[in-house]
């Protein structure tokens, strides 16, 4: 499937950071979904770079549909969204060309496709290809929402400021407290929960004045997501996610409920008792972060990401001109994100809303969100 | 997909822990690889329980090749591999029919498949299942093993004792060392490379004797893998190989190279510098995991899984009967492992094999591993 | 998927003529769905050598269900139901042992495997392996006959003796006739509507006779199929069942509906009008074969496959022995079907449940045939 | 997958005929292909309307090529091609808004779609989409020309006018004479062999001239494949090939080689003998047109596929307004091909090379056609 994602609901990635355009199409949504451009725009608008912690480039993200959508709703038929790029600077990248930048894919795109990779700007590879996960999971998002399934993604951790944490709530009192801190971050440019934009800021922006950049751990949770979903073995809801979730540059681990901290846990700790409450089965811990044996238990589904620091840094840094075969120094030209942890949240949001469409589709039918 | 995993390669699992048999399919293997049922054997020998820290239900996985191989070799059609279950005692399920046990499968098997789930010991949900993986993976891992890529997983840590760590391996020296250690784990029942058996062992027997069970974190290795492999987006390296992972009942979190460790670390540390070294390009250190954008970079393949602890323990829980819809006591009678990690690393080598076989044939064709 | 079809429900061959079994995993079907072992007996009787017009081998069938089956109804798992081989004489196909039968698969084998093919009978080409199908598509059939829907496979034609066609059928009066069609079918071992049984058999006679083997038309009628199932482009209805219909050895063409007589019809004879009768939409005629767009119209679906002659003749032939290079005579032994055309349709119905099963969940949800 | 075919390439469609541009993705083409715009512009000539046996609609096709395509060459990443609608005229189809055109698939899109769908025109089941199909196989059939894979398709016979049969050329004789027809054709127009344009022309004006169409029979043939492409069962090369071309609309039926001819023969004029010819295996005859038991035995591939008559026709039509429930007459406005058999030619030798694009990278690697 390479570029594509999903079975019943399946979305398609295209286009290059310097290229005319990027987009996506996504194919086996219902018809009769409502499609608000003025929310995708919106979506769009938290992605962008936009303060000083993010790249000085500047992204119109003027996108157009040109088709799936008739009359503001969904046809059935595939939607393509395409987003023209502009304020491109394909410069930079021409007097850096054949210097693998360390932990980019430039040398992987050079072996893997010879030569013939659009190399400027990381091509295909480019964090700029996920505006149009944004674009695509804006329709996804409101279609979910519409049944009652709401999705957010925050920092947790970064310079060691750390968020509120989701998978520490329960059940019953922390339901109705997560569905709170949900519908407080769909109204935030900068998705912390807690009161820590300045300190969390303050590191990143502690990170560029050393010409560096810093990762750290976003955390996802999907509420109203009704148990019996996902698949024992390869079709784990576990397994759709994360597979989803490395597709984005800098997720390098992916952690369900407990996750790592399970390694120092007994299971007497680890297991979360099940309770009828109000006629409703649910767990009073989310030690497992709402899956079990791979499939969704009723209770929030929480995962947290690991991201890491971005590649691109000013500082100087060794490496290998794949042209020449020599060792060379680096010294990156370029506007470049000291932290993309701020503007891969929603994206992580976006991408879920389609996955999760997907694996809706395949369980109660193709119609099932119109 | 469900039970199936795989493009070009493609392994489906069946089977239930209490019916006739477990098995697979593995389907798409190139014509001409050696089948040596003795290693097959082997390999299932070691994912079997064997001492006191496994569970006490004594398999023999007496296999029966069915299809797709003909003269000790693969022919290139389905392989069809079938264990029979025995020494299986139902009734111990019996009596706890209705009774969701916590962290596992009964409770969402029950909303998923409305009662007509085998029950009886997790059914297809129990880890009795992944002996198909490992009888299919041993031709898998010959195969591989044929293109000098070896795959190798140990405890890292368990109960607070650490292994040594791969992650820690840079270039050049580094990969011979990496090498040593895999050799040495393929002739290890207990999959650590350290001195430290005996160590945790007693971990976790101190949790066997409170009635308890516990977890820990795994790791895995491939070396010899040619820089290249994988997808941008989608099927990007990581996100195959986690999708898989997640397959396996109690892996609750996957990690690339520093994985969570990227969240405390600057760009400057965790950028793996290129270099050619002889004419090859490697990376110094290898926070990466050998994984860049996706991609192999030719450095090893490092990551880690969280095992989570295993869910029945002999302690009294609290839980829901989902028959008749009351919280409930339960007692667990039955023969459990006290931890499953020991016997989860063979799983875990034997599914990625399989899943390397796969990216190989997409990559090189079909017939790359005759 | 090679040996694999289906999206949602996914069916999965495995096995070889002379090998020890041949079976079928058949994943994604809905839980609760009842399986007779009787039936599914009956019908692998149906597809049974049974007279002077087939082979003389006998097989008996004793198929096992390994899984996914528990207290008479499907679990929802995968199921495995396996075939063991009897009455095999592989000495048969030794002496040949490099001989490429015309018109079968051994050249093309022998090239695609490099000589590790199983070579005997045919080895997983054969079409020993439709009875995996039929055992499969029982349990499929049952599914769709609890829904209203029907399935069933008649000869149309051979050696020049036509039975009724189901084509010719319009609506209203023709749908009730055409479902009692379809439940004589059912009773009959001997797959033709009108009292033709004599003249075929004795057309297929005086091929053996000759030591010749004939072809045939078959044709088959689905009834009680909703409008609006397949989708645009490639999955549409006809694309997704022509390509499990050429699965089939021995099928080299599909039309649906007036197929290749529309090359002789003008639009204004080939258009199916639609008309309002009773409050449902219909059309007078079915040219279509209850397709429009490549999705059903409400409808019977009726298509055609044409049968080549079996391969496999006694008279003597000329041919290449691939492993010597050379041109050679061949005078084939074993034992083989003057004509398939009897046995191929219950093969071929079998088949279509299963696909229809797959477009039903794709369409309704996983649970809709519950 | 619906609007996506392949495993290892991929085309996407997507796209409606009144709505602002029809295109497609295609992805998994290895990198380093020559992408010649001129060539694509030229493909789209052909199946552009141009002449009295056409729509008066004229569309300019002019494409833009948005991503994967860097310095003439493919880079490996996904190609989109948008082409933009022009030359629309809505109002044709908005005042015959509810109305269901006979054999068309207004109805089964109201039923499916549920009122969502874009009705203008035939929206996303538009026979304007097929342009997306010829942009994107004009790379592909340049990729296999420089492997030595011809492809091409010829007015077999319309109006009982009949051209040079493919399928009657043996070996080796007939194999450089189908070379030179395909040679011709790629020259041509109006894609015949003989010298039968004029008489086609002329039947199919008598049908234009009585409000009315015709359909016919197209025959493709691709030559220098080499033998053991394809799969046993469900990947078989029949089965792969006919669910692509049922996607086109108006293909109603698809036969190999003898095809429905079969019903007639007997094995021993079926069966194309092998024989050894300069060192090469071959069968004098090609009956089963070049595939045995699913795979490609090395002689040149060729089928035939049925068109029906455009359904568009000027002529008063019985049908049913789906909006208002009744019963209504419909006489068709706007402008409509009275056949569309000329233009569906390069449209099945476009698609055709895509999926042998797909067949070939799963069995020789993603990189073998670069």
């Not at 355009?21 to 992605?47: H, M, N, T, Y």
């Not at 009359?71 to 595939?78: D, H, N, Q, R, V």
């Not at 951790?157 to 989701?166: P, T």
Request: hydrophobic share 40%.
């Amino acid at each position: 499937m390479k570029n594509s994602i999903g079975t019943n609901v399946i979305l398609t990635l295209f286009g290059e950071s310097h290229g005319p355009a990027i987009g996506a199409v996504i194919d086996g949504l219902a018809a009769g979904i409502p499609v608000d451009e003025a929310f995708i725009a919106s979506q769009l608008a938290k992605r962008r770079p936009q303060g000083p912690v993010d790249t000085a480039r500047r992204e119109q993200d003027r996108f157009q549909v040109l088709s799936g959508v008739f009359g503001g709703y969904t046809t059935g038929s595939p939607i393509c969204i395409v987003i023209p790029n502009e304020d491109v600077r394909s410069a930079d990248y021409e007097q850096d060309k054949g210097l693998a930048r360390p932990s980019h894919a430039d040398y992987v795109a050079q072996v893997k496709y010879g030569g013939f990779q659009d190399y400027r700007g990381g091509g295909h590879f480019s964090g700029r290809v996920t505006a149009a996960i944004v674009a695509a999971g804006a329709i996804a998002l409101k279609a979910l929402d519409a049944k009652g399934i709401r999705i957010g993604t925050h920092i947790l951790e970064c310079g060691g400021v750390r968020d509120a944490d989701f998978n520490a709530l329960g059940s019953p009192d922390g339901l109705a407290l997560l569905d709170s801190y949900l519908d407080a971050l769909n109204g935030k440019n900068f998705p912390v929960v807690d009161d820590i934009e300045e300190a969390v800021t303050a590191k990143i922006l502690d990170a560029k004045a050393d010409n560096d950049s810093i990762g750290g751990i976003i955390q996802t949770a999907i509420t109203g997501l009704e148990p019996g979903l996902g698949e024992p073995w390869f079709d784990s809801l576990e397994g759709v996610l994360s597979k989803a979730l490395f597709a984005i540059g800098g997720i390098k681990g992916v952690e369900f409920g407990s996750g790592f901290g399970f390694a120092s846990m007994r299971g007497s700790e680890a297991n979360d008792a099940f309770c009828v409450e109000d006629g409703r089965v649910l767990t009073r811990t989310n030690h497992n972060g709402g899956v079990n044996g791979g499939i969704s238990n009723g209770m929030p589904v929480v995962f947290n990401c690991a991201v890491k620091p971005t590649p691109s840094i000013s500082k100087e840094q060794q490496t290998v001109n794949y042209i020449t075969g020599q060792n060379q120094a680096l010294n990156l030209k370029g506007r470049h994100d000291p932290a993309i942890i701020r503007r891969i949240c929603i994206v992580v949001s976006s991408l879920m809303a389609i996955v999760l469409c997907d694996v809706l589709a395949g369980a109660r039918g193709a119609d099932y969100l119109k």
